[in-house]
DNA sequence: GCCAACGTTGGC
DNA sequence: GCCAACGTTGGC
């Protein structure tokens, strides 16, 4: 199983209208970034990823899975666009901050801190064990 | 609202 | 194939 995180501007789309989609779930559409796209041609189904809030909020603020591996993105034509579909699992009892992720030693090689712009990005098993644990959650 | 970082585009 | 110009993202 691989760790993932997935990073959203609650304004176009937050954690609860990923909640509202249930075990359906939702494309993750909309990138236009090869660097976030090759991170998706990665995952598997089954695979666990965070739900980050950019923007005002930054935090993790939820658990996702995904329920659909990299297929073309539906919101364009151009082929070169792929996504997966992701679930919502649960949120964190606590949600944890960027500042917070800063100010773990454990974190400083975390890609959210050192790749602000990357909104698709790999997550170590070890930094999914942390953020859980100061999340107030079973990894 | 500003700006740094970074990705993309297009002229040469 | 290089690089300048430009656009976008996201933290502050």
Redesign the pocket.
Known sequence: MNYWLF?S?PSTWSWEDQVAKGAVGEEWDGV????ARNVMREMKIGDRGFF?H???E?AVVGIVEVIAEAHPDSTTEDERWECVDIRAVGPLKTPVT??MC?GDARLAGMV?V??????VQPVTAEEWRVICEMGGVAP
């Open positions: 990073k501007e236009r970034n090869y660097q980050y950019s923007q005002s930054k960027l500042a800063k959210l050192n790749n602000t712009r990357l909104s």
